[in-house]
C-alpha cells in the first residue's frame, strides 16, 4: 500500500515539492463539477475544496502534506485516489494483459 499511495500522492503533487496547496487541490476539483448554471458549480467546487482541506490538513496550515495524506488513507484507503483516478480498474488491467498476451504471440 506505501508504493500506491506514494505513487498516487506524486501524480496529484504535479509540482513535486511534497505537499498539496489549495490551488493544486482546486485544479482537481474543477474537473468533478461541469454544468451549465456557473454559479451553482462554483459553489459546489468551493464546498469540496473545504470538505477536502477539513478532511486531509490536519494541521490547518493550508496545505495537505504527504504525511497527512498518508494518515487518512491509512484510516480510509477509499480516499487514496481522492482527487481522481491514477490506477486503472481490475477491468482495464485484464484488457491490458490480454493486449500484451496477444502482442506477445505475435513476435
Given at each position: 500500500?506505501?508504493?500506491?499511495?506514494?505513487?498516487?500522492?506524486?501524480?496529484?503533487?504535479?509540482?513535486?515539492?511534497?505537499?498539496?496547496?489549495?490551488?493544486?487541490?482546486?485544479?482537481?476539483?474543477?474537473?468533478?463539477?461541469?454544468?451549465?448554471?456557473?454559479?451553482?458549480?462554483?459553489?459546489?467546487?468551493?464546498?469540496?475544496?473545504?470538505?477536502?482541506?477539513?478532511?486531509?490538513?490536519?494541521?490547518?496550515?493550508?496545505?495537505?502534506?504527504?504525511?497527512?495524506?498518508?494518515?487518512c488513507v491509512r484510516e480510509q484507503p477509499e480516499l487514496l485516489e481522492f482527487l481522481g483516478v491514477v490506477f486503472p480498474s481490475?477491468?482495464?488491467?485484464?484488457?491490458?494483459?490480454?493486449?500484451?498476451?496477444?502482442?506477445?504471440?505475435?513476435?
Amino acid at each position: 500500500m506505501e508504493v500506491r499511495t506514494r505513487f498516487a500522492f506524486s501524480v496529484y503533487d504535479e509540482e513535486s515539492v511534497g505537499y498539496l496547496n489549495r490551488e493544486q487541490v482546486m485544479r482537481f476539483v474543477d474537473e468533478f463539477f461541469k454544468g451549465d448554471d456557473e454559479d451553482e458549480i462554483m459553489e459546489m467546487r468551493a464546498d469540496m475544496l473545504e470538505l477536502l482541506f477539513i478532511k486531509f490538513d490536519k494541521d490547518k496550515d493550508m496545505f495537505i502534506s504527504y504525511e497527512e495524506y498518508c494518515d487518512c488513507v491509512r484510516e480510509q484507503p477509499e480516499l487514496l485516489e481522492f482527487l481522481g483516478v491514477v490506477f486503472p480498474s481490475k477491468v482495464q488491467m485484464n484488457v491490458i494483459e490480454i493486449c500484451s498476451n496477444l502482442i506477445r504471440q505475435n513476435n
